[in-house]
């Protein structure tokens, strides 16, 4: 980290308008990357100096960047702020780049694509095949099967589809802020990963509700 920070300092004696950093931050372990590149960053904007940062790693994208251009065998895939590429994301590369997704697949019919998790409204994609659906880990919510629903989405939320099909708790991974669950749809036919703030207290084997943020969710023809 002191010399990753020294080569920095190297560099901006010779006030430069624009530093080129090639994965900067990759022989670093985690605990110490997050420490030096919050230095870098400060260094950076303190010294209002132009950088163009090249990672593989999706967080460090996001907290260095101002702009984040995702590349995809030489060609630009997409650019734009960090919060549009994560949001408004063109392709299903750009969505996995920052993070965990689950596909399903589906049919076109009156303008909506049908999956296992419910109907989506795919109005743009009418005359396309192979069309898929893309949801994050966290685009998510279970309730137990005796939860009321009502008081977490209210009567007319439109972003938010029930899943026509009981989810079963297959296993569940603690990771400290957060808690990915294992979930089986239809006798083991379809399996995805969720993603819940803090702690789980769903056990293995329960049945549960599955719902869909249409905010988190995005479709695709296959071949992106």
Known sequence: GQKQLVALFRAIASEPKLILMDEPFSNLDTRLREQVRDEILHILKDNKITTLLVTHDADEAMFMSDYIAIIKDGTLEQFGTPIDLYRKPKSKFVTEFFGEINIFEGFLKKGQLHTVLGPFDCKDFENEKNIILVVRNDGFVIL???????????KNDKNIVKCPNMGKVVESKFLGGSTIIHLSILDNRHHLHIKIPGINYFKNNQLVNIFTNTNYSYIFKEDN
């Open 144 to 154: 137990n099967v005796n939860d009321t629903e009502n008081f977490l989405f209210g």
